[in-house]
């Protein structure tokens, strides 16, 4: 019987591609991440977020704040999406490359947009907290007045885990 899944497969990439990428990477748009992004980050090049290979798609996120299941069919709690401003989402499109970058600047991984939406926060905010109220659960609040009007999915290449202090 096959494994429905290669648990072997890396987001980070073979550490003789860090230099090229990096390089590369340079003259992509850069999106500076905050704590929260870099812990989805984390725990996505880490492989503890497996089966995802990136930030979900439009397509995903729904399925997800539908059912609890990615597109697929795999069961999958809760949207991780790259949240950014409106400024950003103006400049990026689909099959682009952005560098996502720590607080000091250092590039720690490259997405290849496929996806680029406004989300219904008000669906996910029912779907993952049971309530749409700010008062109600502080994580509906974070949504609200923290999160990005935009999400963008796509797949990573990672360069680095994010450090810490």
Not at 73 to 97: F, K, Y
Request: glycine content about 8%; proline content about 6%.
């Amino acid at each position: 019987m096959q494994p429905e899944h290669d648990y072997s497969e890396s987001l980070l990439v073979h550490f003789r591609r860090i230099e090229s990428l990096k390089k590369a990477a340079l003259d992509y748009p850069s999106v500076l991440l905050d704590t929260a992004q870099l812990c989805d980050l984390e725990l996505l090049l880490n492989r503890a977020f497996y089966p995802l290979c990136g930030y979900l798609d439009r397509e995903d996120y729904e399925s997800v704040i539908a059912g609890m299941r990615l597109g697929d069919g795999a069961l999958w709690p809760i949207p991780v999406c790259l949240d950014v401003s409106d400024a950003m989402a103006g400049t990026l499109e689909t099959g682009q490359s952005v560098a996502l970058r720590d607080g000091e600047g250092f590039i720690l991984a490259v997405l290849t947009v496929s996806d680029l939406w406004k989300p219904d926060k008000k669906a996910e905010a029912h779907a993952v907290f049971g309530t749409d109220d700010p008062k109600q659960h502080p994580g509906v609040r974070r949504l609200y007045e923290e999160v990005g009007p935009w999400y963008i999915g796509g797949r990573l290449e990672g360069l680095h885990l994010p450090l810490h202090y």
